[in-house]
């Protein structure tokens, strides 16, 4: 029988992708809490983890959420089994953080050179509004 943070996982997921028959969460209880392994479909990984790791950034602070309310510690794991059955592709949280610190870090790194140019075309009007002054005759 499944437990309420395996179904939770489960409906969102199988809403996401395109073969739900084949999501698969797996329940551990480790030191660090309860850990949710996630197969799917190999088509479908990309679907589960989403641009830069949003989507499944966004499944992860959802069970946080869930967490919360039950007293618990989540952890969710992204399995895929190739169909050759070669060892498993796992897509653990540090390398969708590291996608999204990268991100902050150039969206933080766009704001600033919009923020210079912003700046370099105020210090131009200021010059240009400067030699105009210049020019009157007092």
Known sequence: MATIDQQFVEYIVKTLVNNPDKVVV??????????LSLSVDPEDVG??????????????TLLRVLG????????????????????????DQPTELADAAE???????????ATAAEGDDLAEKTRAELADLDDLDI
């Not at 797996?26 to 850990?35: H, Q, Y």
């Not at 510690?73 to 050759?84: A, G, M, W």
């Not at 991100?103 to 050179?113: G, P, S």
């Open 26 to 35: 797996d329940r551990e209880i480790d030191e660090r809490g309860v850990l």
């Open 47 to 60: 679907r589960v983890i989403g641009k830069r790791g949003a989507t499944a950034q966004s499944i992860r």
């Open 68 to 91: 919360t309310k039950n007293g618990a510690r989540y952890n969710l794991k992204i399995v895929n089994t190739d169909e050759e059955g070669a060892a498993p592709v796992e897509h």
């Open 103 to 113: 991100a902050e870090v150039t969206a933080a790194a766009d704001e600033a050179a």
